[in-house]
């Protein structure tokens, strides 16, 4: 039979020969390219991932899910929300599935790092959602609690680990874990293992893997020191991009209030006033300052906690469950212990303090558009975070929204090189009268802010 009349009878159409068969043909095979059915996962997959609810692939799936089933190796630019973890967790578990090699004790078949407790965590989770139909055994290791259990997990045999690299690195120089039997190794956000100074860590596990293994890198961005990382751990890989973080941030409506460091906790609970607020993560630069924060949230009476590095695991975790729950209203976090947070529903990011980093402000904010949906971020700017903001400007490659709706606007002075002062410093700088943005007029109270209409302007581009 010629391919054609194949595909016609696999299509299922009986109007041979018409326009709307033909039609009827593209139709079906396009919606098979973009749906999980194309992506030739096995059945258990396709039932767990039906089960979570998901209709079609996110783009870093659709992209990676076929070269990683085929065996090759594959670098992802791509950030948290992407949906990057199925990305590699569904062709792991089919592949690990298929090659059939039993589980041992102390040597897992599979090997996942990522750079903290929570994050590790979180991937754990997914992948006890995505092989619930199959018989692979997972388990997950972190610093920060007790490490017997985790000595007792691994020798009952594993197929796959995920682990942070500090204690990957003391569970295998005790003994309790060899690597020698993995077959896939991944390494999830490399860039903040190099921001939290772990590249080290990796390589000395690198060392240790067999040459002979399936390999993929994700990152957010892509630093020289990731580059020189990937190219000594990935053979030929297939280079794939979620979106450039760019077009990613442009699902938040982003905006910048302007208020002396002083007002931020006032100008804060004005806003939290707002109910449109229902679940809001909000940022500190310090575990201090995220504990004032929380503090000063509490005593005004607004659900709250605080997750940051000073906090137990089991402190964190409570605190998280209580955010995902809904019990809590608002996340206090800093940084690093927020990094790879994955809750469903956060209607708002308030950046409390601007990052000195973009990449960060990139991540942050893309807490609140997961997996398609859309968010709002506010950002307080005080006179000496004026400089973070412009090279956050310059990363995202647009200005941010500078809302004056509030009572501190004004009282902060700006200084001589930034927005409105030195011509031609910022790329963004408007001497024009600001204009209003939405279709609302500045006549919302700041207790009714809801971070859309307002009076806002936007600095000339
Ligand atoms: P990740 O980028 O892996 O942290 O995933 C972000 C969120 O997207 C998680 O809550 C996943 O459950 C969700 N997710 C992953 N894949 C899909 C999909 N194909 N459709 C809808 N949601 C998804």
Redesign the pocket.
Known sequence: MYPGRRLWRACGCRIRGSAVGLRCILVKVMLNMTS?SGLNLMAPLMKA?ES???????P??LKSIPHLLGGRDLMGL??????????FTLPMLQRLTESGNPSQRNSPRALILAPTRELAG?IAD?IRTYGKHLKLRSGVAYGGVSIRSQINMLSSGLDVLVATPGRLLDLMNQGHCRLGRIEIFVLDEADRMLDMGFIPDVRRIAAKLPAIRQTALFSATMPETVLKLAAGLLTDPIRVEAAPAATTVEKVDQRVFFVPKDKKSDLLSKLLTNSDIKRVLIFTRTKHGANKVALHLDREGVSSGAIHGNKSQAARQKVLGEFKSGRLRALVATDIAAR?I?V?GITHVINFDLPNEPESYVHRIGRTA???ASGVAISFCDSEERAFLRDIEKTIRRSVLVDENHPYHGMAPAPANDRGGMPGRSRFKSNRPPRRSGGRSGQSSHGGHSGHGGQARRPAA
Do not use: L, M
Request: aromatic content about 6%.
């Open positions: 999980f991932v979570e609810g998901y209709s079609t692939p996110t870093i799936q791509a950030q948290t929300g992407t949906g990057k973890t199925a990305a979180q997914s790879g994955d469903n997961r997996a398609g």
